[in-house]
């Protein structure tokens, strides 16, 4: 189970929450080699939006409609693994 909201109840314990976000990666790509041809999509959509909402509250990409990274900005020309490099 992964408790991402106990790190910033009081405070935004920022490496605790990537952590707890990368844990819920490894465990997606443990489910995803596990599992046979039934994929809950579903479930790999809404993993892929919640994270992609967090690392917009922590101000790494920009707010858009769609789910992870852009793979180009128009706003900005800054590299996005510059921006989480310091994390």
């Given at each position: 189970?992964?408790?991402?909201?106990?790190?910033?109840?009081?405070?935004?314990?920022?490496?605790?929450?990537?952590?707890?976000?990368?844990?819920c990666i490894s465990s997606y790509n443990l489910?995803?080699?596990?599992?046979?041809?039934?994929?809950?999509?579903?479930?790999?959509?809404?993993?892929?939006?919640?994270?992609?909402?967090?690392?917009?509250i922590f101000g790494t990409i920009p707010p858009?409609?769609?789910?992870?990274?852009?793979?180009?900005?128009?706003?900005?020309?800054?590299?996005?693994?510059?921006?989480?490099?310091?994390?």
């Open positions: 189970m992964f408790y991402f909201d106990s790190p910033n109840l009081d405070n935004i314990d920022t490496r605790k929450a990537l952590d707890t976000i990368r844990e489910y995803i080699k596990s599992s046979d041809s039934n994929i809950n999509l579903v479930l790999i959509y809404d993993i892929a939006a919640y994270i992609t909402k967090i690392l917009r858009s409609n769609t789910i992870g990274f852009p793979l180009s900005s128009s706003s900005s020309t800054v590299d996005v693994s510059i921006i989480l490099i310091e994390f």
